[in-house]
């Protein structure tokens, strides 16, 4: 066993913490002593307990009613741990440690560090998931639940938050000290404080519980949407638990530098600026319903999560998924017209793609070392987990659902639950088999392909299903597993459109359908609820394919699209069969299956262009124009009063593919326009078509437009706009086409100018297009050691994940250059991005051939 994987013993467990901490933004030095309420439960003679980076310059311990003992420190750095070595064994019972520390900001995102953008800085923690350790010393695992209780002593004119209320504040020799009640019980990894320049607006209250939302001083007036969001998901979460908010007060905090979008810390939620800051007018649709789900979300997490906590990491899921999962639920409850399970249907197909590879895991992975609970923060645990999760409530029913997790919070109040407690308590509710299903699902890595025909037998119509593993690549075999699946068909026959559920759990089978008459057409996946792919005979599949998008809900016409893709890619079906099922679907008036559309046609546009056919490229883009013009031709530019958000999702997606893929010169003019009257005024163009705008111009654009870009971008920083607002310029830099601009945005990465949480987005962007992927990493190799620190632990994956978009050729420096630099915490990254590296080019292998001489003949 490796030191890394090493765990805490159980016979001392902490009951409280009281963490006295100096620290002030000025300072790169952190100092504390922390208070610690133990019970022993085996005499010892030694207390082991996390810590990292951290200087421990006097340790005290005593028993109940016995004399203090100063204590023999010892660091072990390989397992993160300090021991304190007793002169006199501990006897069983209550006893307490003082330990004095020190240490230094991190240069990271992670413990305690500085998060610094433009003029604002501030003193930020991050402790998910084993870094508490590193702002003080403490029993740093999820099972290990005590009081936390904050001193916070910092500089003058500074606001500074922790996990508690605050009950006293005053000046002590030029300090301010700040002092915080004790939580109820909650894990180290939810300790959290913040010291820095922030402002709030009065308090909203639900019941008695103070909401507060914290924006850098200067931008308190971007915090009404949050705000008012809050106050009205806060008692839906109330009532759905039946289980009151229990922490004291609620306060979310956009920090100006985060890793992660957002963290769940018990009562002192951290986001990043755009997770949370918006105006109206500056945001577009989809930006506001991000902000909404990713609110919803960490709350969520105040019960599932800090009320009851996964044991270990490897249940992370149970987080993670529901978190995921009840964002959504919740969303859609107070704002239906978000359609917010509509867009999930993006998150699912990205999810499924992922869970296709060889290297993916399944939902209950086992976790020993730091680096790989970091791991787990992927798709897998959070997307598949909500889409699974979704599933099983669909299955189960909506109340019986909620009477099961509602005793599922009871019964674990205050504790730390797995897997098969919430089972059970799901299966009492309900009495179905949940544990035998959901065995399928969170045990065994990947999901099903569903083969779908009708076939006839002796006059009636039945309807013949296989199952098996889908793997995205042509060669591999399926092997022998088997999903339990609810699955929930929709059909058509005489008497008009029908649905029929049941529980697929065998290799093959007939099912005999409640019909009259002749079947028209079925769809073996109501409302894409079901986590598989369909794989339609093709017979029954041109059945339906005239009918697809007026039968079909929008969330199975971007299901069926993106199934079929999927088969494409894995060598099922032919590229010229998908390009009819593209077409079939090209009529659609909805804004969800409209941006699949485009992003598929962007993906054959790659293909092209990467063989080299300039006519096939041009007949390409002559396809797109045809399906997209008219539908912009009918929308106008120009948004109208009271128009429906569809129709101005619609114009969004259209403007931009006919300007970026069709090149429609028009298109392209005027989008240039757009964003000359939007850098003159970012509320002068609609927000839900700025960020196009924006983008076009950039694509489009030569030095002198990039050299407005990074002044635009500067200016509405140091002016504190929206972070949507500044955005919309930093996140188009790597648009810019010319190769001396992409060593120019790598240059501002070097100088500090952009900001560090936005580093590895950046770099995964630069890393991602054909103009610039080949400087990107020629820049991350040569900065590796510095830029992996900046990028934080989630940055890092996404950075190694984006190499996967990169041409196969590289794959061989790739794998070189990472056998010399282990990415640690990004080793899955590393493979899901060879994988993808080489199923691109054997698709591109496979279908360029057939691609172009379809296009050619058209
Ligand atoms: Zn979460």
């Known amino acids: ?31 504390g002593t922390v208070t610690i309420e133990l019970e022993i439960t085996s005499q010892t003679e030694a207390i082991v307990l996390h810590s990292r980076h951290l200087e421990v310059t006097r340790a005290e311990v005593s028993a109940m009613f016995g004399e203090t003992d100063s204590a023999l420190v010892s660091y072990q750095p390989e397992q993160e741990t300090v021991t304190l070595l007793l002169e006199r064994p501990l006897p069983v019972g209550r006893a307490r440690a003082l330990l004095v520390f020190s240490g230094r900001l991190a240069p990271s995102m992670h413990g305690l560090y500085l998060g610094a953008d433009g003029v604002h800085s501030a003193v930020c923690s991050q402790c998910e998931a084993t870094d508490a350790r590193a702002i003080f ?84 007036k971007q915090t009404h949407f949050a705000k008012g969001f809050t106050s009205r998901v806060l008692p839906w979460f109330e009532e759905y638990f039946d289980f009151p908010f229990p922490f004291g007060k609620y306060d979310q905090v956009a920090v100006p530098g985060f890793d992660a979008g957002a963290m769940e810390n018990i009562g002192l939620v951290l986001f990043r600026q755009n997770l949370l800051l918006m105006e109206p007018g500056s945001a577009s649709w989809r930006q506001e319903k991000v902000i909404a789900l990713v609110i919803a979300h960490e709350m969520a997490h105040m019960w599932f999560g800090n009320v009851v906590t996964m044991r270990w990491w490897d249940d992370l899921w149970l987080n993670e998924a529901f978190a995921e999962w009840m964002a959504h639920k ?24 992922d869970d296709a590879l060889h290297s993916t895991h399944p939902i209950w992975t086992p976790v020993e070392t730091p680096d790989e609970a970091i791991e787990m923060f992927d798709s897998i645990t959070y997307q598949k987990g909500c889409a699974v999760m979704r599933m099983l409530e669909n299955f189960l029913g909506e109340d019986h659902f909620r009477e099961g997790l509602r005793s599922y919070m009871k019964e674990f109040q205050y504790g730390n639950a797995c897997g098969p407690d919430l089972w059970r308590s799901l299966e009492k509710a309900s009495s179905l088999p949940v544990h035998t299903l959901m065995h399928t699902w969170v045990a065994q890595a990947g999901y099903p392909v569903v083969d779908i025909a009708l076939v006839e037998e002796a006059g009636t119509t039945l309807v013949e299903l296989h199952q098996e593993r889908f793997f995205s690549d042509s060669h591999s075999k399926p092997g022998d597993q088997i999903w339990s699946i609810p699955m929930t068909v929709r059909y058509a026959d005489d008497e008009g459109v029908k649905a029929h559920r049941f529980i697929f759990d065998r290799r093959a089978e007939r099912v ?94 790659l293909i092209v262009k990467d063989s080299g056919d300039k006519e096939a490229r041009r007949k390409l883009r002559q396809l797109a124009e045809q399906w997209f013009a008219p539908q912009l031709q009918s929308l106008g530019f120009a948004p109208l009063a009271g128009e429906p958000q569809n129709d101005i999702q619609r114009r969004a997606i259209c403007i931009g593919t006919l300007a970026s893929m069709a090149r429609v010169a028009s298109v392209i003019s005027t989008a240039e326009q757009f964003a000359a009257a939007e850098q003159a005024n970012p509320r002068a163009v609609d927000p839900n078509l700025a960020g196009s705008f924006v983008a076009i111009a950039a694509k489009f654009g030569d030095e002198t437009r990039y050299d407005r870009w990074v002044e635009t971008f500067q200016a509405r920083k140091a002016a504190d706009k929206t972070p949507q607002e500044v955005a919309r310029y930093l996140h188009t830099l790597s648009q810019f086409r010319l190769p001396t601009l992409t060593d120019r945005t790598l240059n501002l990465i070097i100088q500090g100018t ?59 420096d790739v794998v070189h250059f990472f056998e010399q630099h282990k990415p640690a915490g990004a080793e899955r990254a590393l493979l899901r991005a060879l994988e993808r590296m080489d199923q691109s080019e054997q698709v591109r292998q496979r279908v360029t051939g057939d691609l172009l001489t379809y296009l050619i003949s058209r």
Not at 143 to 159: E, I, M, N
């Open 1 to 31: 066993m490796s030191a890394r994987a090493f765990r805490l013993p159980s016979h001392v467990r902490p009951l409280s913490y009281h963490i006295d901490l100096s620290t002030d933004p000025s300072r790169v030095e952190f100092s």
């Open 137 to 220: 010393p403490c029993f740093d695992e999820p099972a290990f639940k005590a009081g936390l209780r904050w001193t916070l002593r910092t500089g003058p004119g500074v606001t500074a938050l922790s996990n508690g209320v605050l009950q006293n504040q005053f000046s002590s020799h030029g300090e301010q000290v700040f002092e915080f009640a004790e939580t109820k019980p909650v894990s180290s990894y939810l300790a959290a404080v913040v010291v820095g320049d922030f402002e709030a607006e009065q308090a909203d209250y639900v019941r008695d519980v103070p909401l507060k939302v914290y924006a850098p001083s200067g931008k308190g």
């Open 330 to 353: 919740a969303c859609h409850a107070i704002n239906p017209s978000y359609e917010v399970w509509n867009d999930f249907i993006e998150d699912k197909s990205r999810v499924l793609f």
């Open 512 to 605: 005999e359908l409640p019909s009259k008459g002749t079947i028209r057409w079925i769809y073996g996946n109501q409302d894409e609820i079901g986590f598989y792919r369909q794989r339609i005979a093709e017979k029954t599949l041109a059945k339906l394919l005239p009918l697809a998008t007026s039968v079909l809900s929008p969330v199975e016409q971007v299901g069926l699209l993106e199934d079929q893709w999927a088969l494409v890619r894995n060598g099922s079906v032919s590229i010229t069969s998908f390009v009819a099922v593209l077409s079939a679907c090209s009529s659609t008036q909805n804004h969800n299956v409209l941006r699949v559309l485009a992003e598929r046609l962007d993906a054959l546009d």
């Open 754 to 812: 952009i900001p560090q949480e936005a580093v590895s987005a950046i770099v995964s962007q630069l890393l991602s297009f054909r103009h610039s992927q080949q400087a990107a990493w020629e820049f991350l190799k040569q900065h590796w050691s510095t830029l992996r620190e900046r990028f934080g632990d989630m940055g890092v994956s996404r950075v190694v994940e984006a190499l996967g978009r990169m041409r196969a050729s590289h794959r061989e």
